[in-house]
């Protein structure tokens, strides 16, 4: 972690990534435990997951600290955006159940202690928001999403850090 991440205090100047800012890889390790237990548990969404390979909460960890600028690990290790989009092929993702699984993503943010700044978690949900509505449309019997697309990179949007300058 640099100093930007520690607040109002910072001296770099750089603005640090999403990734730095949640914690780096641990953070996202820790998010994705808590929420595939609970998505285990959840009479919702949990039957879309029964057979999931045990890995999947670190593939999805990987996956988000990619997005959020962290390292490639997901598009050098796991088969990048194509495995991703073929994950959710013929899944039938019904509207309530892509809510819960946002739901409770929310909730473990919550539970792990991801930082909840309100800059933090708006780019966070507006990703969520994102990646969960084309996993959604991606499901649905028919569809055809392109296999080959860049890896989403998602960054502060309109609202970064505020760091008073010395
Ligand atoms: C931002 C939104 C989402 C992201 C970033 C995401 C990410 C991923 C990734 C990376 C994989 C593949 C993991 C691997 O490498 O094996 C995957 C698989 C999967 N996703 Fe998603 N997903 C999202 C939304 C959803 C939603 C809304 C649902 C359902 C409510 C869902 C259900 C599944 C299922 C069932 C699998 C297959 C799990 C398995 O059998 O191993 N995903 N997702």
Known sequence: MTEATSGAEATVDA???LYEWAGGTA???A???VFYREVLRDDLVGPLFRGMDPGHPKYVAMWL?????GPDSYSTQRGGYSHMVRQHLGKAITEPQRRRWVNLLMDAADEVGLPDDPEFRAAFASYIEWGTRLAHANSQPGAEPPLKAPMPHWGWGVAPPYRPSK
């Open 27 to 29: 953070a996202f390790e």
């Open 31 to 33: 998010l994705t435990e």
């Open 15 to 17: 603005v640090p990534s």
């Open 65 to 69: 600290a990619e997005v959020f600028g």
